[in-house]
């Protein structure tokens, strides 16, 4: 098929999805869902899984004024189901680019990673809307300009996001001779009614652009009392610089009202020698991360279980299989650990399991996350039904997650979910801790480093012996797991641990 017959049929595409506002299953999603993926394309499904989501999700069409030529706005995506917002990585096009269909157009910031976006519509990048570096971009804000003739996009070099307007719910449309009828008796109460009214947010947050909220910022202007006039009400930088507040009916209530949302200052040093401190950006993922373990901390009832393992036939075992190896894999310690968990996941599948308010659901495989740190934060990639996969398979798995984690190239299937979280300090000298549970699951095991201990021993002649000794804390959740089942998982951890060839049969 040439590439003008291909246009024209993408054209076809397009036109069909601007004529029906409300589809219930998109052309765009349809054309998706078609396509075939290999292993290797997993991530870039997500992401275009995302884009047709965001299609048959939206109950609102952008357009502009006539004075621009026929466009389509290109909306921030959703790339995994808990992202709210996110940040602009680096544009790998530039205006005037052409974009053909599975191109990456720029990167995105998720909660948890960088992530490629990609298009899947012929056409050229006629202008960007928000810029490299932006954080907390709400999902459906526009982010850039898509025209599909080159011809078009100089008529684009002053386009702004208040160019685009939303088409309004029909129930709005017809009170709004009322709505002026009302405005014209009375001028004064309908501008205070206007001013008050709520502003459009997501999920909780106001929807703004980055220079609304930097100007909002300046002006010292609270960015949720400014009425937004862009599409689902996003709140632009024009929007800003015309808002003229209401009057409060008293500064010590506003004051009152803001005071449980600040975050105390921080201590600022007087007399340092040079710059005292720098202030670090905080990250989507950093964010991410502070609100889901406060929340956690906050509402789950945690509780705690410790024991000591004997690691003497571990590592052993561990040490002979690595020599038979023939550097074909490297077991580490860890895995040991992950198999063991799963297999006492199996066993008592009561820890398998995740709050759900309603009920309890019960998980039949073990998926295993493991934490790894990574320079953004924490991020938990997942060992999938580890119960079944052997010691070699679960090695070469982990490092490949800790790898891509590191430079934040896991899909979001890799890393969210999971029924069961692993974080292991022992490898930082760190002899016990407790960890924080990652709701829903319902328990996470805190694993120290091994340690040589005295403990006694009847079978030797001194009656005691030096053994390596490591010791885990089991964190879980009391609305599901009661005590005596987290210390009888923790039993049949410690069973696998001590007697490793258990886990080969």
């Known amino acids: 098929m040439s590439a003008a017959i291909r246009r024209q049929v993408m054209r076809g595409f397009v036109s069909t999805a601007r004529i029906t506002a409300k589809r219930t299953t998109p052309v765009l999603l349809k054309h998706v869902s078609a396509r075939a993926f290999t292993s290797t394309s997993t991530s870039k499904f997500i992401a275009l899984r995302a884009l047709g989501n965001q299609v048959s999700t939206k109950d609102i069409r952008f357009y502009s004024s006539s004075s621009f030529p026929s466009h389509n706005v290109v909306g921030m995506p959703a790339l995994s189901p808990t992202m709210t917002a996110g940040g602009i990585g680096a544009w790998q096009k530039k205006v005037g680019d052409e974009i053909q269909p599975g191109d990456v157009l720029v990167e995105i910031e998720t909660d948890k990673a960088q992530m ?16 490299s570096g932006a954080k907390d971009v709400a999902v459906g804000q526009p982010i850039a300009i898509f025209v599909e003739d080159a011809a078009d996009v100089a008529a684009f070099e002053n386009f702004s996001i208040s160019d685009i307007q939303g088409s309004t719910p029909a129930t709005a449309t017809s009170e709004e001779p009322k709505a002026e009828e009302s405005k014209s008796e009375s001028t004064a109460p309908a501008t205070n009614k206007e001013d008050s009214a709520p502003v459009a947010s997501h999920g909780g947050r106001v929807l703004a652009s980055p220079l609304a909220r930097k100007l909002a910022d300046e002006r010292n202007i609270d960015i949720s009392q400014v009425k937004g006039s862009g599409p689902q009400g996003i709140i632009s930088k024009e929007d800003v610089e015309n808002y003229k507040p209401s009057a409060a009916p008293s500064s010590n209530a ?19 020698a040079g710059e005292a401190y720098k202030d670090i950006p905080t990250t989507s993922m950093r964010k991410i991360i502070a609100d889901r373990l406060s929340e956690s901390k906050q509402q789950v009832p945690h509780y705690y279980l410790t024991v000591e393992i004997n690691m003497d036939k571990t590592n052993k075992l561990r040490e002979v299989l690595n020599k038979s190896a023939e ?4 077991l580490s310690v860890n895995d040991f650990i992950v198999k063991a968990s799963a297999l006492a996941l199996k066993s008592v599948p009561e ?16 998926d295993v996350c493991v934490a790894v740190a990574t320079p953004a934060g924490l991020i938990t990639p997942i060992v999938t039904s580890a119960e079944s996969k052997g010691l ?31 974080s292991n300090l022992g490898m930082y000298g760190i002899n016990n801790f407790t960890a924080i549970i990652n709701p829903p699951q319902s328990c996470i095991l ?43 998982w923790l039993q049949s951890f410690k069973s696998f641990m001590e007697n490793p060839l258990k886990m080969l049969l």
Request: net charge negative; with cysteine; glycine share 10%.
């Open 351 to 366: 820890v398998n399991s995740a709050w759900q308010g309603e009920f309890i659901r019960q998980y039949n495989t073990a």
């Open 254 to 272: 506003a004051a009152a009202a803001r005071a449980p949302a600040q975050i105390p200052a921080a201590y600022a040093p007087q007399g340092a």
């Open 327 to 330: 550097g074909k894999y490297k």
């Open 392 to 422: 070699s398979t679960i090695s070469t798995q982990v490092k490949d997650l800790a790898k891509r984690a590191r430079d934040g190239k896991l899909a979001p299937h890799e890393y969210q979910g999971g029924s069961f979280t692993i």
């Open 116 to 131: 490629d976006f990609e298009c899947q519509d012929e056409g050229y990048l006629a202008k960007i809307l928000i810029d």
């Open 446 to 488: 805190a694993v120290g480093g091994a340690q040589r201990k005295v403990v006694p021993d009847e079978t030797a002649e001194t009656g005691f012996s030096v053994r390596d000794v490591m010791e885990v804390t089991l964190s879980a959740d009391h609305r599901v797991v009661d005590g005596a089942v987290g210390a009888t």
